[in-house]
């Protein structure tokens, strides 16, 4: 009798298609975050210094985020439960940002006011 192992086989095209992620997805990907970059760039080079620009550096580094984190790092295919958990502290730094956002403008009312 002749014994064949098919586990490696079996293996090997599990550890290839990695959770449902192929070449297609991942180079969808790396043109989604391309182009949000090109826009990164072009807002940061077309607009001058203002809370409007750097909540959209914020927001666009939000969807970047997610397409790195859910993609490449595997998040979109994890129970909800853990990536709720891992998601939890993400909300809080977004909170931090957004008041350090909120009081960095504020340097120039008071400022005006001292002088």
Sequence with gaps: MEHTDHSAEHTAEHHEEGHGINKKTIWVTFGILSAL????????????????????????????????????????????RLAGIILLPFGFILGLVAALLYEGDRWSVIKWFVE
């Design 37 to 80: 970059t090109l826009v990164d760039f072009a807002f940061f080079f077309n607009m001058d210094a203002s809370m409007s620009r750097n909540l959209i550096f914020v927001a666009l580094g939000i969807i970047k985020s997610y397409y790195i984190v859910g993609i490449f790092m595997h998040m979109k295919y994890e129970v909800k």
